[in-house]
């Protein structure tokens, strides 16, 4: 597929630049398959488009404040440094994104947090690198009291926004568990713990896998084909419980709906490799033959991107090409805190 079919012009005051007041007020837009038919609606009535029976599946992996600035020790030089994940606990290794001038080497210490992280680089070139701590206190918990949380570049932020402090909670799911990820499942974002409750009411039953949401997520497509995309892996662990519950959910003629894009690469990598966990590097492009599941909850995605390729395999380009016309034409917000689009 050429990368040009992957294009459209978004008004840039479309990009949501900070949530709404309450999280399931944001508008859903209906996506019925095989009728193709539009259905404008709100989030918080999105139970009138699910059924008794049917199973959400939600990733949980919570956010951790992984960004940091600070210097190389070697030269004074400024940088940033993304916490992606962690590769080993001792020695504790992670797997990070380096932004900086020049061309630091192995062996070079960085200097984080005004002083309190402190990291050496391991062999290795180019912005994804990797580092080993010399902090005697678990990278993680430093992050969580040092850390920025890494929000898209799309949302402008400064050092003063009194947003941030707003961001600490709503650039989280209500149900995140798991400090793993360097990027939110947006599509989640969307739930209330009242909206939960009532659902749940319904007969509408939830489980959780996690998969590990890295920035790679937001990296758009370069190849002039996009299968020549060299996609990024997450690492991703679907619960037997949940993969039981999935199973049993269909037998009784329910539906399997992922509540984001990254659970549903999740569960696709589960299933079709067997393999309950791992690291994916799984790539869903058009035609794709999905296997576990029969609906799609996500947000709007950009131009250009591997998450907007994946939605536009679950519903073919013309209907997903509509259903983008329409949202812009009625002034749906885009991206992370954006509006929903239920798909079935």
């Known amino acids: ?17 900070q949530p709404l007041s309450e999280r399931s007020a944001s508008r859903l837009l209906v996506v019925e398959r095989q009728t193709g038919t539009l259905t404008h609606s709100h989030f918080n009535d999105i ?54 001038r020049g061309k630091p ?38 992050l969580e009291r040092h850390g920025e949380l890494p929000l898209p570049p799309y949302i402008q932020r400064s050092s003063t926004d009194p947003r941030a402090s707003l961001d600490r909670e709503r650039y989280q799911t209500v149900y995140a568990d798991k400090p793993v ?10 739930f209330s713990d009242a909206l939960l409750a009532e659902l749940a009411a319904l007969g509408i039953e939830r489980r959780h896998l996690t998969l590990e949401v890295g920035p790679g997520t937001f990296l758009p497509i370069k190849s ?13 662990q679907v619960p037997e419980a949940t993969l039981t519950a999935a199973r049993n959910a269909r037998a009784a003629g329910g539906r399997v709906v992922a509540v984001g894009t990254t659970s549903l690469r999740a569960l696709e990598a589960a299933v079709t490799t067997g393999q309950p966990q791992g690291r994916t590097e799984l790539f869903i492009t058009p035609p794709y033959d999905f296997q576990s599941i029969d609906g799609l909850l996500t947000n709007f995605h950009f131009p250009r991107s591997t998450l907007l390729l ?35």
């Not at 951790?64 to 994940?85: Q, S, Y």
Request: net charge negative; charged share 25%; proline share 5%.
């Open 224 to 236: 002039a084909q996009v299968e020549e995309h060299p996609m990024h892996g997450e690492c991703y």
């Open 105 to 142: 080497q192995a062996g070079e210490e960085l200097e984080l947090c005004q002083g309190a992280l402190r990291v050496r680089l391991l062999e290795g070139s180019g912005r994804v690198r990797q580092v080993q701590s010399l902090c005697s206190e678990p990278l993680a918990e430093l």
């Open 181 to 190: 990820a360097a990027a939110a499942p947006t599509a989640g974002l969307h």
């Open 310 to 344: 994946l939605v536009m395999a679950w519903t073919g380009k013309d209907l997903l090409w509509r259903a983008y016309r329409e949202a812009i034409e009625r002034r749906y917000r885009f991206f992370s805190y954006g509006d929903a689009m239920l798909l079935l």
């Open 1 to 17: 597929m050429d990368l040009a079919e992957l294009d459209f012009e978004l008004p840039p005051e479309l990009v949501a630049q």
């Open 47 to 100: 139970g009138a488009w699910l059924r008794p029976g049917d199973l959400l599946v939600a990733n949980d992996a919570r956010v951790l404040p992984a960004r940091t600035h600070g210097t190389r020790c070697a030269t004074g030089g400024k940088l940033e440094l993304v916490f992606l994940h962690r590769l080993t606990e001792t020695p504790e290794t992670w797997e990070v994104m380096l932004r900086t």
